[in-house]
């Protein structure tokens, strides 16, 4: 039985207020000889073929303990099975939702397929409305083939050797994030697209239906902030689509900034109906054909003149390297406040964004960094060949990536490449230096609104933001580095930290700001267990501290520098440099991390106004059970 959804609605900036939710024991089955299909599994489940099934825990991965299974050895295709009632009335349409399935799906409903889609990282859905049987019970199966041993496939993290080497861990396989029905009428409101303009005061919505109606249509926007409405406007529906144009008070845009637009400091966020009419039906008391709540916000985000500006203002970047991995349930989020708790622990630690590494977040995430206030920088999973295959599927997964989150004000740029995975010869191929620019122009074409960084770390090709790893362990080296004009002219030109060149043929420093987006690495387990000899080794809790201030001091006395991002947040598996452990809890005393984080930059001395209560450790964390970590 489907239960009504409660909580995050698992897409926040699109909600009908019925959804229900399909997480919890499904039937399972691994297929290692691949006979599932010939054999018809989708009508013919396994039970009546000598085949073994399982229970998992959707939206866990198989690989993961939360599933119920805890398998990391090698299976290429899986099945899922599981029996709901439709919870759908007469007139309506039934939708159902994945959140995510790596790497590609197949879905019946009662034996007919209903959807097909490839990529791990993003949602798709179905209407399953014809393929249901009257009032009694229904049949959903999914048939997952997600090869280990594939490079072309957008991966991130997740290793393709059997056991976890290096920096790459364990594997997520199949359904991942929530799987959930939704009833909703024929002709509909399929998508949102937010875009601010903070310059000219205006915010604009941009709405797409499902299909073209057969009667013509009008929407409606109602836009309110902490209670006062700032917009009631209709306009008609053409081909499906409609566009409506909010000017927001100057006075109010000037005279209470602070109120109306989001930073990290002053998360505000404007809330939001959305409404579709028959466009004869303009009675007060008319009921929509759709509704759907969602929530936007007036924020801007540029470079300019080595600067980074954040709502027109010179802002320093404080940013934590985050992987979202948890020990239970690998990239899923183990519980429903997990995500919430995550953002509340990256403030509690002073940093004012996450740089969210080789993941597609959940939206339940980017819904607590909208909410809360946390900057985001956003990556695409990487693949690690380069061949044609590679470059369709990371561009058409990245199209969706982008689709899917472009209203989240809490995002500010956009990393189609990190390190040169995936294009390891970017020097000295034309292919993949092309491939790379692509990306970067195709991701400003589809939003100009956000910075672009086009090969994160170093070998940058086209860029927004320079963007540098520096992994020295030394303060003194990284003052010499960054810590003048000239010395940042040599770093970038010559000495070429990670023993990679910076700046490829074509690209110049000019009107760049530069940022270190990963350093530190500071390894230290608090469990006196084996540690990870990544970067460095810090013995105890103090000198964790020692060695932490020392570099972050030497990047905030950089003048020429526009942020960093420090490596790592949490332990990740056999990577022991996080600030926190894997179960989220410091290694340091709090208070005096966060006091070093947040410490003035000689960049940008006035960046902060102070009205940011980045709080204690959060006690949602501390004074209950962490299903993931053991006791708090």
Known sequence: M????????????????????????????????DVGLTRCWYQNWLESQGVAERAITVPFPPESVASGIGDTSYHRVLWYRRVF??????????????????????????????????????????DITDALVGSDEQVVVVRVVDDPHDLEQPRGKQDWQEEPHAIWYERTSGIWKSVWLEPAPATRIEQLRWTPDVETATLRLDVRLNQVAQQPLRLRLLLTHEGVELADSTVSVLR??????????????????????????????????????????????????????????????????????????????????????????????????????????????????????????????????????????????AAYEFTTRTVDRITR???????????????????????????????SSAPQRSFVAALYHLTKALDPTRLVVGNDGWEQVVTDVITVHDYTSRAEVLRQRYGSDA????????????????????????????????????????????SWHGYSVARTSEELLERYRALVDALLDAPAISGFCYTQFTDTLQEKNGLLTADRKPKADLATLRSITRRPSAAVPADEIGSFDYGDYPPTVMDTQISYGGAP
């Open 2 to 33: 489907a239960e009504p959804g409660t909580g995050v609605h698992p897409r926040p900036q699109l909600t009908r207020d019925r959804w229900f939710d399909l997480s919890g024991e499904w039937q399972f089955s691994y297929d290692d000889s």
């Open 240 to 381: 499906g689509r409609a566009s409506i144009s909010v000017r927001l008070p100057q006075a109010d845009m000037s005279l209470e900034r602070q109120r109306m637009l989001w930073s990290p400091d002053t998360p505000n966020l404007f809330d939001a109906e959305v409404k579709l009419y028959a466009a004869g039906d303009k009675s007060e008391t008319a009921e929509p054909i759709d509704l759907v709540g969602s929530y936007a916000a007036m924020r801007s985000i540029e470079a300019s003149k080595n600067r980074i500006l954040l709502n027109g203002r010179p802002y320093f970047l404080r940013l934590v390297l985050d992987q979202c991995y948890w020990t239970e349930s690998h990239l899923a989020i183990p519980d429903p406040d997990a995500a919430r708790r995550e953002v509340e622990l990256v403030r509690s630690l002073g940093f004012n964004g996450v740089r969210l590494h080789q993941k597609v977040a959940d939206p339940s995430f980017l819904y607590w960094c909208d909410r809360l206030g946390l900057l985001v920088w956003a990556e695409m999973p």
């Open 397 to 427: 997964e990245w199209l969706e990536i982008q689709q899917r989150d472009y209203s989240h004000p809490c995002i500010i740029a956009w990393v189609p490449v990190n390190e040169s995975w995936g294009v390891p010869n970017l020097a």
């Open 487 to 530: 010395g940042m002219i040599d770093t970038l030109e010559d000495v070429q930290p990670g023993y990679r060149t910076v700046l490829l043929p074509g690209m110049s420093r000019d009107g760049h700001p530069v940022m270190i987006t990963e350093f530190g690495g500071i390894s230290h387990d608090g469990d006196g267990g084996p």
């Open 85 to 126: 009632t439709s919870p759908h009335q007469s007139g309506e349409r039934l939708l159902l939702h994945f959140g995510a399935v790596d790497y590609s799906a197949q879905v019946w409903v009662n034996g007919q397929l209903v959807a097909q889609h490839t990529g791990g990282h993003t949602p798709f859905h179905a």
